[in-house]
């Protein structure tokens, strides 16, 4: 198979499983226990914490792990919304978040608060005046995404941080695409909140983490037991925290090399689409873009069947955001960017990762060109 669909998840490193595996073996233990055991696994889930503190740019204290982004962008929103104690009810966020900030927003709005969704342009990037514009005396949070998961595009983070601190105003931002792709740095870019999840470089599915800086008032999701200092109850997934910690070190320490190798696969790769494939047009940033990442329409074309063909041709890619997969709606992102309907039905994304090579680029573009041109003729 030739696996494609980096942004929607990884395979697990190799040496992430060997540095987890032997807490599912010997090393088992709850960190809350007093005992040898429980003391073991509790200085490697803070020595976890330390190290992912350090390659983010923040202090231990101010990581709580999660169950996965998903989780993290929720106690961003709902635990910020739930601290200001009628202080303020209005949160601006953008159009093109993933579901996991766009449906935690609606949930909130549901529940009487303001919000703005800011709108984008053709680049998938919003219009940082109308974002200062839009805040109000009652803004209590910028929720805004590090790098778009369908089409890449970097937003300018260190900008909307900027404008977020000058109005004293919390800024949470969605690096799960982000993050082990591109240089992460919370205090450079203001961040008040920062949500990452494992499963998307190279750890295990399960495991996320928010960063949460001092001062950030925060009120838990999950209530129950004291762990990560009463900001989220239950026993702590030691394997996958340590696995977390893992991946980002690994991740980190390749990123200069591997954003050039896969920045040069993913180009070769578009310009191989658009020289041998008519009427295709690329969607999002040509330069502020994730290296792995190139979303491209296929004119004349419906994505599931494109999918499905490059399916059974063992090519692995992915229609838009992969948590809508399976349902038939065309992209939010790329009907906020104003790409006509009809070109984002026939939109497909290619991210690619850490065991792609040129023979993964040969395969593709000696079997895609086929598939849409018989896709096309029927
Ligand atoms: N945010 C973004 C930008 C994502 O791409 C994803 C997953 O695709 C998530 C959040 C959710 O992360 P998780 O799958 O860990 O819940």
Do not use: W
């Not at 919390?170 to 690096?175: L, M, Q, S």
């Amino acid at each position: 198979m030739i696996y494609m669909d980096y942004n929607a998840t990884t395979p697990v490193h190799p040496e992430v499983l060997e540095a987890f595996l032997p807490f599912y073996r010997d090393s088992f233990g709850n960190p809350s226990s007093i005992h040898l055991a429980g003391r073991r696994v509790k200085a490697a889930v803070e020595e976890a914490r330390e190290r992912l503190a350090g390659f983010l740019g923040c202090e231990p204290v101010e990581v709580i792990f999660t169950s996965g982004g998903t989780e993290a962008d929720n106690l961003a929103i709902k635990g910020v919304a739930a601290a200001q104690g009628g202080k303020g009810n209005h949160i601006i966020t953008t159009r093109v978040e993933h579901p996991a900030v766009l449906n935690t927003c609606l949930y909130l709005e549901q529940k009487g608060y303001d919000v703005t969704r800011l709108e984008v342009d053709r680049e998938g990037l919003p219009d940082l005046a109308r974002l200062e514009a839009s805040i109000t005396g009652r803004t209590i949070l910028i929720s805004a995404m590090f790098a778009n998961n369908e089409t890449g595009t970097i937003f300018p983070v260190r900008e909307i941080g900027e404008i977020a601190s000058r109005h004293r105003i919390c800024f949470h931002c969605d690096a799960v695409q982000a993050a082990g792709k591109i240089p992460i740095d919370c205090r450079e870019m203001n961040a008040s909140l920062l949500a990452l999840s494992g499963h998307k470089l190279g750890a295990p599915q399960g495991i996320g983490a928010l960063v949460v800086r001092r001062g950030v008032k925060l009120h838990p999701l999950i209530h129950g037991g004291a762990q990560e200092r009463n900001r989220r109850g239950g026993t702590e997934n030691v394997a996958g925290i340590v696995a977390l910690a893992k991946a980002y070190e690994l991740a980190q320490g390749s990123l200069a090399a591997e954003s050039r190798r896969i920045g040069g696969l993913r180009d070769r790769l578009e310009q191989g689409i658009m020289a041998r494939v008519p009427d295709v047009l690329i969607n999002g940033d040509g330069k502020r873009r994730l290296p792995n990442t190139v979303n491209i329409s296929f004119a004349g074309v419906d994505a599931d069947s494109l999918l499905a063909n490059l399916d059974l041709a063992g090519i692995a890619v992915s229609s838009g955001a992969a948590c809508s997969s399976g349902v038939l709606r065309s992209s939010h992102v790329l009907s906020a960017m104003g790409v006509e309907p009809s070109l984002a039905k026939g939109s497909i994304r290619f991210s690619l990762g850490r065991e792609n090579d040129e023979a993964d680029l040969e395969g593709l573009l000696s079997r895609l060109p086929g598939i849409v041109e018989r896709l096309r003729a029927s």
